[in-house]
Every structure is written in C-alpha cells, then in structure tokens.
C-alpha cells in the first residue's frame, strides 16, 4: 500500500456555511475543535442548512477566539457574534431529534434573516459532550457528536473524487464535471490512497489521533449546489445513484469516530490499523 498523506483539513464553525482549511486541528470527541458548533434555524426551530438554501453555500464563517465567529456574505458587511453567555437553553429540531441550544445575539438574527430573506436566527451548541448522542446504531456509549449531520468527522480521498469525476465525464451530464471536494464538506482529505479505498477503513491513525470508521457517508441534494454559486446541477448524485450504492446510501466518503484524541495535521501520514 502507498503511504496516504492528510491533504487538506476543514472546519466549518457554521453548519451548511463556508469555512476554513487549517494546517492544524485538536481533535475532539465531537469533532475537529470548532466545527459545526454554531447552526441557523427558522421560525419554527428547525435547523436551516444549504438543503433548504443554497445561498448559505456563499457566506462564510471564520473562527475568531475563544469560540467566538466572524461571519461575511456578499452584499453584507462583515459581523463578528460571540459564544452567547449561559442561560435558558432553546430545543431546535435537527433531523426530526431536538437538540438543546443557547441562542447568539439578535444582531446575528438580524444579519442572517436580511441575507436569506426569510426569518433565521444564529444558534451555539454549547457542550457538545452531553447535548447530542451519535446514532446509537453506530456509537459506542457515551459517543456524541457537533451539529454536523450526525458524526464527528468525515474523511474522503483525492482518489475517490478522481475516480467519480472520471464516471462523471462518461456520464449523461458530463458538462456538470469535474466536482470539486468542497461539494462534499469533509473535515478530513487524503491523498495516496487507492480509489473507493476508505469504504474498508475500520480504524486508522493521523498523527497522535486515532479514529473508528463507522461508515459510509450517504450524500443528499447538498452535493449538486456548486459552493461558488449556489447553483444546483444533477451531479454528482446521477453518477452516485448508478455506481456507488450502499445499502441505501449514494455513498461518498466514511465517517468517523474517534478513539483516541490528539492534533491532526496537513501533511501527517494516515494509518490504516484494521
């Protein structure tokens, strides 16, 4: 086996917005530190994500300190939104599960509500180790996870992508390709793997952390919005549908669990243990 290498990380602060790519990550029990810990949500309480707007796709949100975000969109000016201070918890619905949350300042609302035209308030997931279980179905005891969409991290390969595209390309919609990697929003990327390599992947090391694979990443209508322009296409779920079903799943990517904390780096070997 040729020796795999950490490519690129991601952190996304905000579910469903943009983020960045780190040289470096704490690991978490949750997470990468500062993942997905911040959410939007609609009149009702349910989470907002790019399924619903795809214009989340073009705002940004930054990691500022302490927790805290700074958050930019075209047409607006930027805002910075602290971590709020302890008080009444808000249930928000993910999923069809209620997740207890504290809410960010109005501003936040405020901001986000003129951006999508449609009322949105900005959430905090503030202790993400008793908040939110992962699947029981897949979860040791005690497992919990951010408010990404239901496990702490996802990884996917170069070679995984390369191999999609290339069936893109001699597929019914090749002008929608070449995909690029954020359409799939990992927290981790490899490169010197095998093609569709990471479905096997039971337990693996990057740098001092240690990770379960837990299972493959069932992908959705988030896939097809490009990230530049939050248009939406049929790719790469047409291709997905016809050579990558597992189970239920259009499959892109495994999810994982970790077993063993540390700090993940661009650049670390990534170890296949099992």
Request: with cysteine; aromatic share 6%.
């Amino acid at each position: 086996m040729a020796n795999m290498y950490v490519q690129a990380l991601h952190v996304h602060p905000v579910k469903s917005l943009a983020g960045t790519a780190p040289d470096e990550a704490v690991v978490e029990p949750w997470g990468l530190s500062g993942d997905r810990r911040w959410a939007l949500v609609d009149a009702g309480g349910t989470v907002i994500t790019q399924r619903q707007q795809p214009r989340l796709a073009l705002a940004t949100a930054r990691p500022t300190g302490d927790g805290g975000i700074a958050v930019s969109a075209p047409g607006m000016a930027d805002l910075s939104v602290a971590v709020p201070a302890p008080g009444p918890l808000e249930p928000v619905a993910l999923f069809g599960k209620k997740i207890e949350t504290l809410a960010a300042a109005d501003a936040a609302a405020d901001w986000f509500s003129s951006y999508l035209g449609v009322p949105a308030r900005l959430v905090h997931l503030d202790d993400p180790a008793v908040r939110r279980p992962v699947d029981p179905d897949y979860a040791l005891p005690g497992e919990t996870v951010s408010l990404a969409d239901g496990y702490p991290l996802l990884i996917t390969t170069l070679a995984s992508l390369d191999a999609l595209n290339s069936l893109i390309a001699q597929g019914a919609h090749p002008q929608e390709g070449p995909v690029p990697m954020n359409r799939f929003r990992p927290s981790v990327v490899v490169s010197g793997a095998e093609a569709w390599a990471e479905d096997g992947w039971e337990r693996l090391a990057i740098g001092d952390a240690v990770f379960r694979g837990v299972r493959e990443c069932g992908r959705c209508i988030v896939t097809t919005t490009d990230q530049g322009t939050a248009q939406r296409g049929k790719e790469p779920l047409a291709t997905l549908a016809l050579h990558r079903r597992i189970g239920r799943s259009l499959a892109f990517g495994r999810q994982l669990v970790p077993v063993r904390l540390g700090t993940v780096h661009v650049g670390d070997e990534v170890r296949i243990l099992g």
